[in-house]
């Protein structure tokens, strides 16, 4: 009896050893902010005894991972949420009270997916406003790379069925009530689109947005035959939404040129990271260099004369 205690201990201990831990990062990651709310979160108060959230096999079959929080549970969790939820002007400062996070593999002979554990508290002073243990489920394949993605969107969903709690006269609006993106952001905001006079005067383009910050983009672009360059001023910190694009356009590669001031937007099709959207922009091109061949084209103007600038296509 004693050896085979030995064993097994020896056999735990191997199993142990051959284990690897996953780090699991919020930073690029954010929860899309209310469109009206009353409250920030002056305090993120973490009280999870370990910055173990749970044990994997999502990347392998065989091979179980320790999911753990890179920076840890409290700094992790503290980026997210003041990202998400600045402070504004004539906000009341909530506290956080976080007491569990964790993530769960579902399986069954009919279908697999991940549980995320969300139990938190939210308090005014020392009074409980909102207690609750939230458990969203989501169903398919997942990797542990997904992880982030899931713990924020289950963040989400706490804090906005706080917002909701009826006869919270914290959170009464006297015009209309709380309202939410239903999209939630995570990962990069940076966008590649394709289509007509994307890339410059284009008949066909590609252009990428790389996302400074929440309100500015910086973007590049390239077709047949043109290209173009520019700055794009986003009305909200989402990847989708309404922007103004001034950018600079090239037409046959010196035969038209011009500097252009545009509206446009993006919608995606449906409510994921990174999806699949309607990409348009449209407004006037002032244009400074135009080929005689182009001049024809245009009723033998001289430049410079301002023009219509259209673009359509896709994005993600």
């Not at 402070?87 to 997916?113: D, F, M, P």
């Not at 006269?169 to 952001?185: A, R, S």
Request: hydrophobic content about 35%; overall charge negative; some cysteine.
């Amino acid at each position: 009896m004693k050896n085979f205690t030995t064993l097994m201990f020896l056999f735990c201990s191997l199993q142990l050893a051959a284990q690897e831990s996953v780090n699991i990062s919020l930073a690029d990651y954010r929860i899309n902010d209310f469109e009206s709310r009353n409250f920030y979160f002056d305090q993120i108060q973490v009280n999870t005894s370990t910055d173990v959230i749970g044990y994997s096999k999502l990347d392998s079959k065989t091979k179980i991972s320790i999911l753990k929080f890179e920076l840890g549970a409290q700094p992790e969790l503290e980026s997210l949420i003041e990202k998400s939820f600045p402070k504004k002007e004539e906000q009341i400062g909530l506290r956080l009270s976080v007491e569990e996070v964790t993530v769960a593999e579902k399986t069954n002979l009919s279908k697999s997916g991940v549980t995320v554990t969300f139990h938190a508290q939210i308090y005014l002073g020392d009074t409980i406003l909102y207690s609750n243990k939230l458990e969203k489920t989501f169903t398919g394949d997942f990797y542990n790379s997904d992880c982030p993605q899931l713990i924020a969107t289950t963040i989400k969903e706490f804090i906005y069925d706080f917002a909701m709690v009826p006869d919270q006269p914290l959170l009464k609006q006297e015009t209309k009530p709380v309202e939410v993106d239903d999209t939630y952001e995570v990962g990069s905001r940076n966008v590649t689109a394709v289509g007509y006079q994307i890339g410059g005067f284009s008949l066909i383009g590609i252009n990428y947005e790389f996302r400074a910050s929440d309100n500015i983009g910086i973007h590049a672009g390239v077709g047949y035959r043109g290209f173009t360059a520019g700055v794009k001023i986003h009305w909200r910190p989402t990847k989708d939404g309404g922007f103004i694009n001034i950018n600079y356009k090239d037409g046959g590669f010196g035969e038209i040129v011009g500097w252009a001031v545009e509206y446009g937007s993006r919608r995606a099709f449906r409510k994921s990271k990174g999806s699949f959207g309607f990409h348009y922009q449209v407004g006037l091109v002032l244009i400074t260099e135009l080929s005689p061949e182009f001049r024809k084209a245009f009723g033998g103007v001289e430049p410079p004369f301002p023009s219509i600038s259209l673009g359509l296509g896709f994005s993600w």
